[in-house]
T-cell receptor, first 111, second 116 residues
Framework: GEDVEQSLFLSVREGDSSVINCTYT??????LYWYKQEPGAGLQLLTY?????DMKQDQRLTVLLNKKDKHLSLRIADTQTGDSAIYFC???????????FGTGTRLKVLA | DTGVSQDPRHKITKRGQNVTFRCDPI?????LYWYRQTLGQGPEFLTY????????KSRLLSDRFSAERPKGSFSTLEIQRTEQGDSAMYLC??????????????FGAGSRLTVL
């Protein structure tokens, strides 16, 4: 199918780590992406990973990729209240120009 | 501010009316996308332009929807004979290539449509 799947909600305490999971559809997708959406705003690119990598670290963000299982995760270390938002994973399968987005995971950070 | 401008930000219209949204991407964006996002969902692809050519269009896009990018710069998305089911956020994104070669999207803030 064409559904990129994510769990809908995640709640963590400030200072803890958050892990957001995603299952994508096409193991041939060259890049996998994470976007963040704050209320009333468009999507903002957070990070991406090339499909021949297993892990990418970017400051507080760590992306893990399991290509065999088509599983992508985003770990946010030392989660802050400003990280509260909706997080979308996305892929762009070969043979199409379109990016396919997941349904989004709403992260709530409790002070 | 991402540099991708969308206008209007909010539009309320009555069922059956036509509406038009405009997107002004960053000048370097030769690729331009339109997406639709309903409450609680991820963005859903509508159409893609490379310069002025419309290269891909969603099968879900009915013939009431049309998009143009006449000079390869700004783009318009028109919805004719609006229906209540058209109520959504319409997002425009410019496509760019990062320094590592990844194709990435830069989104505008969106145009929210409410059809009464």
């Amino acid at each position: 199918g064409e559904d990129v799947e994510q769990s809908l909600f995640l709640s963590v305490r400030e200072g803890d780590s958050s892990v957001i999971n995603c299952t994508y559809t096409d193991s041939s997708s060259t890049y996998l992406y994470w976007y963040k959406q704050e209320p009333g705003a468009g999507l903002q690119l957070l990070t991406y990973i090339f499909s021949n990598m297993d892990m990418k670290q970017d400051q507080r963000l760590t992306v893990l990729l399991n290509k065999k299982d088509k599983h992508l995760s985003l770990r946010i270390a030392d989660t802050q209240t400003g990280d509260s938002a909706i997080y979308f994973c996305a892929e762009r399968p070969p043979g199409t120009y379109k990016y396919i987005f997941g349904t989004g995971t709403r992260l709530k950070v409790l002070a | 501010d991402t540099g991708v401008s969308q206008d209007p930000r909010h539009k309320i219209t009555k069922r059956g009316q036509n509406v038009t949204f405009r997107c002004d991407p960053i000048s370097e964006h030769n690729r331009l996308y339109w997406y639709r996002q309903t409450l609680g969902q991820g963005p859903e692809f509508l159409t893609y332009f490379q310069n002025e050519a419309q290269l891909e269009k969603s099968r879900l896009l009915s013939d009431r929807f049309s998009a143009e990018r006449p000079k390869g710069s700004f783009s318009t998305l028109e919805i004719q004979r609006t229906e209540q089911g058209d109520s959504a956020m319409y997002l425009c994104a410019g496509g760019d290539r990062s320094v590592t070669g990844a194709n990435v999207l830069t989104f505008g803030a969106g145009s929210r449509l409410t059809v009464l």
